[in-house]
């Protein structure tokens, strides 16, 4: 089995492969030939640290493919706190192992053998399947004479938004707020040069949010940022987080979203059983929503007329793992990356 | 980090240990000072295979204690068939990994920064977490001159229930029952010399569950195979899977649980999305029958009387692989026993 560095991945991923593989794992999922295990966060307050809210979190997702051949896990071991920076709450990392390092695994499975295929770390992946999955949306729910696009956050999320974007629609203008000046800056002339697109940083949300085609935000607030006054016809909005405000959501014709169910969160110390978790707005009624697969393999209609207001909440699903993971597993080892370890040590006999 | 195999841990974990540390972990979970993500179930049906039922299957569980600075989480990804054997349907795996073995493994991660520590298999913990929880179980709820045993089953699992029971109680003989003569003849002879207690090869579940005042199932059997009228005055029942009937579960005065919640299932194939699992009988009610951890904190009286009728229902919980993972982890390492890869190859510094 192969262990892979996001190093790898990075030299061999790129974002019209990543939204191809979805796109065939989507039609696989609405076909009933792929299957999601849903998020599950587990966590424990750590009440010694310093921190505000400090936590210990393990997150799990997974999904099975059986026609690209694999199950993908996708885990987090982190310490998480709840620092307010620019008056909101943010949900942010503490990067306490070796090499000021944070844990998140993609682990790659055979649904031929059961064995273990490879194990890679989450961030490349992490930023590139929320953009494919995001562009995906883009290009079934978007106009599609789009061209002008908002962009909410300058983060590591952000920057594959507009890459995957690209792939949907032909942009000319992508106007981006960060509440950092410097951040929303060098985002604008980094990812600007990157993606060849022409790219502005505002000052606000608002500014960013006038006069759009399409509204992405992809940013760690925990708060709704996203108002009714900035849903204007034939906009197309999508949001990683909870910045769609229930007023806001309220406006949409046509709500896609990711997944049927909501998961669940165990919260230790509260209680040791579980809770379901409110992601995204509590007015968000899961089941009775349009899902993303079932649009993208027609089985639904996506956006019919070009003055319709559609959105997408897209929270993750193991499966995107599993499509995404593997084009990045055969592509490095067609190029010989990664450090090999014998399969048998993740392998047992014992008919227990 | 390190990596384990099941003799490396066969060769260091004894079983009063494995109950010890999980007595504590219990105390830490009805303190809320430990929590579980419970265990959740994907599978996707494999039609193409000539196997009766042949799905490949993903499972995961999560159990977080702070007290002894890990998580861990056990996977399983495993092709299983249904086969039908002495008359009764089995769950059983196909072993197709290299070198014939299926994957089930404990990953170790630490609360402290997050990082993996140890990786291995879950084969030898498996069969001794499962006996150790049942011998506290029988420690709390059986009574005190409890010596006569009934087992069902000569597996994996049987072998560990016999040794965790004689932790708890002075057994003065086993009666054992399997449909198979030569397997529970075996395990007569290996067993008994190997825990020096006396088990008799029996040759019905009546014969088993006779005169007996613990009686234990541990097969893999998918039916209720303890009937109404085994369950006598005084005795201690408990179960793996689904062995106990619904006529005799209701015998109980006291029926205690595992855990407080059910689980999901993800069947793929039949629709896309979740299932909660039927775990044992349909008539326990999850979140109103006492709970082990409970029970041994004091916070719940176990048995009361001589004459009472106790039983006990187990699934898997992620804890126990923490609680007895972190053990195994830890006399191992002192040992210097297993094989090291850098802790980097799963950690990362994006901040994603």
Redesign the interface.
């Known amino acids: 089995m192969l262990?892979l560095?996001?190093e790898d991945i990075a030299g061999v991923l790129t974002m019209d492969v990543c939204m191809e593989a979805l796109e065939d794992a989507y039609k696989e999922?609405?076909a009933?030939?792929?299957?999601?295990?849903?998020r599950?966060?587990?966590?424990?307050p750590?009440p010694e640290r310093p921190e505000r809210e400090a936590r210990?979190e393990?997150k799990?997702m997974?999904?099975?493919i059986?026609k690209f051949g694999v199950?993908a896990?996708r885990?987090s071991?982190?310490?998480n706190h709840r620092p307010i920076r620019y008056g909101v709450e943010r949900a942010e990392?503490l990067?306490?192992?070796?090499?000021?390092?944070?844990?998140?695994?993609i682990?790659l499975?055979?649904?031929?053998?059961?064995?273990?295929l490879a194990?890679m770390?989450?961030?490349?992946i992490?930023?590139m399947r929320v953009g494919a999955t995001f562009g995906l949306a883009a290009k079934y729910l978007a106009r599609k004479d789009s061209a002008v696009m908002g962009l909410l956050g300058s983060?590591?999320?952000a920057r594959f938004q507009v890459a995957a974007t690209q792939v949907a629609r032909k942009l000319s203008l992508i106007k981006v707020y960060s509440p950092n000046p410097e951040h929303r800056e060098h985002f604008a002339h980094e990812v600007g040069e990157e993606c060849r697109v022409r790219i502005q940083a505002v000052e606000s949300i608002e500014e960013a949010a006038r006069d759009v085609d399409i509204l992405v935000a992809a940013t760690n607030a925990r708060a709704p940022l996203i108002t009714a006054d900035m849903v204007k016809k034939g906009i197309h909005i999508s949001a990683v987080q909870n910045e769609i405000s229930d007023e806001a959501l309220a406006k949409a014709h046509l709500l896609v979203s990711h997944?049927?169910?909501n998961y669940w969160i165990?919260?230790?110390?509260?209680?040791?059983?579980?809770e379901a978790a409110v992601h995204g707005s509590q007015k968000l009624q899961y089941g009775k929503m349009p899902l993303l697969?079932d649009v993208i393999a027609g089985k639904v209609a996506g956006r019919t007329k070009d003055d319709e207001i559609t959105m997408f909440r897209g929270h993750g699903l193991?499966l995107q793992f599993a499509a995404v993971g593997v084009k990045a597993y055969e592509l490095a080892k067609a190029k010989g990356l990664g450090?090999e370890?014998p399969?048998?040590?993740?392998?047992?006999?014992?008919?227990?």
Chains 1, 2 share one sequence.
């Open positions: 262990i560095s996001n999922q609405a009933g030939r792929a299957v999601n295990q849903l599950y966060d587990t966590n424990m750590l210990y393990f799990t997974a999904g099975i059986p199950a896990l885990m071991s982190t310490l990392r990067y306490l192992a070796p090499g000021e390092g944070t844990v998140g695994l682990q499975y055979s649904t031929e053998t059961g064995e273990p194990f770390p989450d961030g490349v992490q930023g983060g590591w999320q997944t049927e169910q165990y919260n230790g110390g509260k209680g040791q059983y579980g697969d193991g450090h370890i399969t048998e040590w993740f392998t047992q006999t014992l008919h227990t």
